[in-house]
């Protein structure tokens, strides 16, 4: 299940996970600037932007915002199957990083002022 962190997730479909590799996923697509498909234990799939998740709490869950509006969505982590990175990624290749770099550039081609 190895994912390189450099790289974006738009794609990726760790397959069935539980226990510390559900949790692992969970954290990727709560970090991922896209929609994600939600695969319950029931096989029923429901497609959102994974807004919030909660571990610290009796019964861990997420909460997505339906692709097709309405309702937010509560799942339990028991009721998870997998999840699969099917949006795009709005983030991929504007990491902090590469912002960064593009102002620095910027300032180094302006003259610099006071001379």
């Given at each position: 299940?190895?994912?390189?962190?450099?790289?974006?997730?738009?794609?990726?479909?760790?397959?069935v996970?539980?226990g510390?590799?559900?949790?692992?996923?969970?954290?990727?697509?709560?970090?991922?600037?896209?929609?994600?498909?939600?695969?319950?234990?029931d096989?029923?799939?429901?497609?959102?932007?994974?807004?919030?998740?909660?571990?610290?709490?009796?019964?861990?869950?997420?909460?997505?915002?339906?692709?097709?509006?309405?309702?937010?969505?509560?799942?339990?982590?028991?009721?998870?199957?997998?999840?699969?990175?099917?949006?795009?990624?709005?983030?991929?290749g504007?990491?902090?990083?590469?912002?960064l770099?593009?102002?620095?550039?910027?300032?180094?081609?302006?003259?610099?002022?006071?001379?």
């Amino acid at each position: 299940m190895a994912v390189e962190q450099e790289r974006s997730l738009e794609g990726w479909d760790p397959g069935v996970v539980d226990g510390p590799e559900l949790a692992f996923v969970i954290e990727r697509a709560f970090d991922y600037r896209g929609d994600v498909t939600l695969v319950r234990r029931d096989g029923r799939e429901i497609v959102g932007y994974l807004f919030n998740r909660d571990v610290d709490v009796p019964e861990p869950f997420v909460q997505l915002f339906p692709r097709d509006g309405g309702e937010t969505v509560r799942i339990s982590y028991t009721d998870i199957a997998s999840i699969r990175f099917t949006g795009r990624d709005t983030a991929a290749g504007n990491s902090y990083a590469a912002w960064l770099r593009s102002r620095e550039a910027l300032k180094a081609s302006k003259p610099a002022s006071g001379a």
